[in-house]
């Protein structure tokens, strides 16, 4: 059996900050961002909204479309690096809110890479017949975690959530073929301190931020993106022309267009949605996923590649043959 995906849903914040706006806050402006990363917004949620009620709308939404019922999952996986809690977890609140009563749930951790870590694993369970329904979200609120005063990151990032509901097929369509890497070697170039058990003396305001070595991280990523499309390709013995669409990480849009031209993929192959949203870290494949769904980017018997890369180290890519829900 293979994991295909039967309903996509997505949710950001009301509030759009422009560059403009954070050109209030910290020495850039807009003519910097949109040339160096392409983007022109990003969403903030606000002090009370946290990372599940963004993930809640993402799922329900998800869920409507793929006409099951939440008391048909057998399985809720949330990528996310910046949980409401330490403990319970996003997928356990999920479960809760949503009355998934059936459901086994946990996050996985793997920073914006965290929605292809989590279609991996879903994907993995169906294959090996463990569960038949998995609902998979990736979202995280990465803006409260932002030093508003380091330019290298705070232009970056935003908020919101993506989801996918999948479930067991033997048509032949679905998940065809996934890859994961990690090079933890590399993990201090991206790194959030004194939220963990490591340095808790870091807690509060002064501590709590990422902090991030742009450069290498790009260097990463312009490696890793070209070299997950390419395992995933090679695990199917398809070829970089016979990709219908990619669905890069929203990062940096040089990263994805360094990329794309390198591979010799068109421009209208490759989805693109960071000018509106900036990087929402692992919401940012299935947000784009949504969006490209809705654009009528994607139609049946497509072949989908999703890519990303992120704090871990990490990477990966999960090649999709797209089936219509009603196919
Ligand atoms: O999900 C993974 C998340 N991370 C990433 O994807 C990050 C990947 N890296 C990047 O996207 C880029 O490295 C950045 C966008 C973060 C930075 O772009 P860059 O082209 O690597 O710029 P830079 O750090 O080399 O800085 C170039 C210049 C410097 O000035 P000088 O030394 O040449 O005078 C910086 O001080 O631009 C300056 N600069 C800025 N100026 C205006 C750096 N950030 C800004 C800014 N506004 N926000």
Redesign the pocket.
């Known amino acids: 059996m293979k994991a295909k995906i039967i309903g996509v849903g997505s949710c950001v914040p009301d509030k759009i900050v422009t560059n403009d706006d954070v050109a209030k806050i910290v020495?850039?402006?807009d003519e910097?961002?949109r040339t160096?990363?392409g983007i022109q917004a990003r969403r903030v949620s606000d002090a009370s909204t946290a990372t599940s009620d963004l993930a809640i709308v993402a799922a329900e939404k998800a869920l409507k479309a793929s006409g099951l019922k939440a008391a048909d999952l057998d399985l809720i996986i949330v990528g996310t690096t910046s949980p409401d809690y330490l403990f319970p977890s996003v997928g356990c609140l999920l479960q809760n809110k949503l009355g998934a009563m059936r459901a086994a749930a946990f996050d996985v951790s793997a920073?914006?890479s965290g929605f292809n870590y989590a279609l991996t694993v879903a994907s993995n369970f169906i294959n090996n017949g463990a569960y038949r329904n998995i609902l998979v979200v990736g979202a995280d609120t990465l803006t409260k975690y932002l030093d508003w005063s380091d330019?290298?990151t705070c232009?970056?990032f935003g908020d919101g959530a993506g989801a996918v509901v999948l479930t067991a097929t033997d048509s032949g369509a679905g998940i065809l073929a996934s890859w994961l890497k990690a090079e933890g070697d590399l993990g201090h170039h991206?790194i959030m301190r004194g939220a963990g058990s490591r340095d808790p003396e870091l807690k509060g305001k002064h501590g709590r931020f990422m902090t991030?070595d742009?450069?290498d991280?790009?260097k990463f990523?312009v490696r890793v993106l070209e070299e997950s499309i390419r395992a995933v390709l090679d695990k199917t013995g398809l070829k970089v022309e016979d990709i219908n669409l990619l669905i890069p990480?929203q990062?940096?849009v040089r990263?994805i267009d360094h990329v794309s031209k390198k591979m010799g993929l068109p421009n209208d192959k490759v989805y693109v949605n960071l000018q509106k949203y900036g990087?929402t870290?692992a919401a940012s494949i299935p947000l784009a996923l949504d969006e490209a769904l809705a654009d009528g980017k994607i139609k049946n018997g497509d072949m989908i590649v999703l890519s990303g890369?992120?704090a871990g180290l990490t990477c990966g890519a999960n090649l999709i043959k797209w089936e219509d829900s009603n196919a």
């Open positions: 020495e850039t402006n910097w961002i160096r990363t920073a914006c330019r290298g232009i970056l991206l991030m742009g450069k991280v790009f990523a990480h990062a940096n990263i990087n870290s890369f992120g």
